[in-house]
């Protein structure tokens, strides 16, 4: 059974830029949730999709959106990006809404 | 608003001593809660999780947790721990009402010595 799986590992960016991160959900699991891990810090919730539509969203501007695809596949893009905005971001998949997230290793990203 | 606090950022211990990581949250209704551990470069393993029934969890690598609800905490032990066990542990609450989101507290750093 494969696991959750982020691409990329690391990314480099400059402020202003967009980026598009990618995850590929665990086998079976509909919802996918996107976390930001700033340096230090504890995971902060971005938002959740369960069925390819948006289902929750923690205290983020509207420059993070998202997508999920019908294989269950997710996007998390963010726009006019900022200092403040590197950190490493998680995906974490599961089986239903409810329940235990099984994480990806995470994508870090640098704004420069 | 949901709060996960973790009291202690580091805690030091010797191999094989007892430890325990501490964890108190804020809600007014019923939560689901969770302890993952994170490696170095590695994203969130799930250790143990409560979602109803016995107030004590027994988890993976011989860590548990007990659930306090009048205390709202749900602390984390292990009796003897291993140079293995060296990782940031973190504690995390999703409410029953809105249970799609997980709160995160800011995770203790344990560091297990020789």
């Known amino acids: 059974e494969t696991g959750v799986t982020q691409s990329p590992t690391h990314l480099i960016k400059t402020r202003g830029q967009q980026v598009t991160l990618r995850c590929s959900s665990q086998?079976?699991?509909?919802?996918v949730s996107w976390y930001q891990q700033a340096l230090g810090q504890g995971p902060q919730f971005i938002f959740q999709y369960y069925r390819e539509e948006e289902n929750g969203r923690g205290n983020f501007p509207p420059r993070f959106s998202g997508l999920q695809f019908p294989n269950y596949s997710s996007e998390l893009n963010v726009n006019a990006l900022e200092l403040d905005d590197s950190a490493l971001y998680l995906c974490?998949?599961?089986?239903?809404?409810?329940?235990?997230?099984?994480f990806g290793p995470g994508t870090r990203l640098t704004v420069l | 608003a949901q709060s996960v606090t973790q009291l202690d950022s580091q805690v030091p211990v010797f191999e094989e001593a007892p430890v325990e990581l501490r964890c108190n949250y804020s809600?007014?209704?019923?939560?689901?809660l969770f302890w993952y551990v994170q490696y170095p470069n590695q994203g969130l393993q799930l250790l143990l999780k409560y979602l109803s029934g016995s107030t004590l969890v027994k988890g993976i690598n011989g860590f548990e947790a007990e659930f306090n609800k009048s205390q709202t905490s749900f602390h984390l032990r292990k009796p003897s721990v291993h140079i293995s066990d060296t990782a940031e542990y973190f504690c995390?609450?999703?409410?029953?009402?809105?249970?799609?989101?997980?709160?995160f507290g800011s995770g203790t750093k344990l560091n297990v010595k020789p």
């Open positions: 809600s007014s209704v019923s939560v689901y």
């Open positions: 974490a998949s599961s089986p239903g809404q409810i329940n235990e997230q099984f």
């Open positions: 086998s079976g699991h509909n919802t």
């Open positions: 995390a609450v999703s409410e029953s009402d809105n249970f799609n989101k997980f709160y």
